[in-house]
């Protein structure tokens, strides 16, 4: 069944995935709302819709760019954008960062991944103590950084799961990858120093938030205590507007986006 590319208002086709703006007029067409042309294949990239057309070619290429939010792509049903359900909430074991061994007051890092591991079925390399405190302890070992987003990835990737990193994620896909049960971690500026939490779900208002630290607030951290209520950041619900202030104030969202191999 062929694939069918509806333009849901005016727009331009671009060669690149950036602004029109910025390009020059030979990598540009513009296309009226209602047309509709068939593709063979699409790929997304940076909130654009690279399509290679079937049948139409312009200025000498059949492959451009459409912004996302301008066009929609069926194959019978709509395949483009993808309706999501309007809530998630992923059954992912929450771990507290304050009861580690290892450094408690700075390991939300190896803790944030020691949950997404743990729920996808990660096999642990050592039986003894906290899953948290094994992955510390390994990236020592192996001269990780756990501040290096890259580094991260190793873990996850050495602990045999796989980590797409991304610098300008958006929400929309960070919804989208829960949607297929997938977890996500996200990086922020909850401290001055930085932070990071697990994403478990969403709905229409927010992100469901495992926060390995206890729960935020303007003024500061409620925390996870060890000898009391060791639990405060499990499923918080942290509204999109807190995500855009505090992961995204400069249009960079960093975000692993971690699934089974």
């Known amino acids: 069944m062929p694939l069918t590319l509806r333009i849901e208002t005016n727009t331009v086709l671009k060669r690149k995935p950036i602004q029109s703006s910025e390009l020059p007029e030979d990598q540009k067409q513009p296309i009226e709302a209602g047309r509709e042309f068939q593709i063979d294949s699409y790929t997304i990239d940076r909130g654009h819709v690279r399509c290679f057309f079937s049948k139409d070619t312009f200025k000498d290429t059949n492959v451009w760019y459409a912004f996302g939010k301008h066009v929609k792509i069926f194959r019978e049903t709509q395949v483009f954008p993808r309706t999501l359900p309007a809530k998630i909430k992923l059954e992912i074991p929450y771990k507290s960062q304050r009861d580690n061994v290892l450094n408690p007051d700075g390991a939300c890092n190896v803790t944030s991944i020691a949950m997404c591991l743990r729920y996808l079925g990660a096999a642990r390399k050592e039986m003894a103590g906290q899953f948290e405190d094994e992955l510390y302890n390994y990236a020592t070992r192996r001269g990780y950084s756990r501040h290096n987003p890259y580094d991260l990835v190793k873990i996850v ?105």
């Open 157 to 261: 990737q050495d602990y045999g799961m796989r980590d797409e990193f991304r610098t300008d994620a958006t929400i929309e896909q960070v919804r989208s990858w829960l949607a297929d049960s997938n977890p996500v971690v996200i990086h922020g500026y909850f401290t001055d120093f930085g932070h990071i939490v697990a994403v478990v779900g969403y709905d229409e208002l927010g992100f469901s938030v495992h926060d390995p630290y206890g729960e935020w607030f303007w003024w500061g951290y409620d925390l996870n205590d060890p000898s009391g209520n060791n639990n405060k950041g499990e499923s918080l619900h942290y509204s999109y507007t807190m995500i855009e202030r505090l992961c995204i104030p400069d249009g960079n969202f960093w975000v692993h986006f971690i699934s089974k191999p």
